[in-house]
């Protein structure tokens, strides 16, 4: 069993930088792979990046390359994304989720999921 706390979510303008951080519950989760999904408001929940258990292989959609770093640290259960250059199409509640093993970039993969942290970004 995982439980998944986001924070690090706010307002800013578009440009800015935001880091959000996905604390997680459990010895074993560094068993675990995770994802960020985010979703806007009337729009179905996407996929945003993903990491191995291990931390070794990401994943990111295209609509966030070369601008979001998702990145792990397994001694504190944590798991970060990193945010430059935000616009605000990133504009939506991001999710962190977890499944066993190999990193999906389907929400309906994923086991445990957190309640969500709000980020909007004004242009």
């Known amino acids: 069993q995982v439980q998944l706390v986001e924070s690090g979510g706010g307002l800013v303008q578009a440009g800015a930088s935001l880091r959000l951080s996905c604390a997680a519950s459990g010895r074993t989760f560094r068993s675990y792979a995770v994802g960020w999904f985010r979703q806007a408001p009337g729009k179905e929940r996407e996929f945003v990046a993903a990491i191995t258990f291990s931390g070794e292989r990401t994943t990111y959609a295209d609509s966030v390359k070369g601008r979001f770093t998702i990145s792990r640290d397994n001694a504190e259960n944590k798991v970060y994304l990193q945010m430059n250059s935000l616009k605000p199409e990133d504009t939506g509640v991001y999710y962190c989720?977890?499944?066993?093993?190999?990193?999906?970039?389907?929400?309906?993969?994923?086991?445990?999921w957190g309640q969500g942290t709000q980020v909007t970004v004004s242009s």
């Open positions: 989720a977890a499944r066993v093993m190999a990193y999906s970039i389907h929400a309906r993969e994923y086991d445990y």
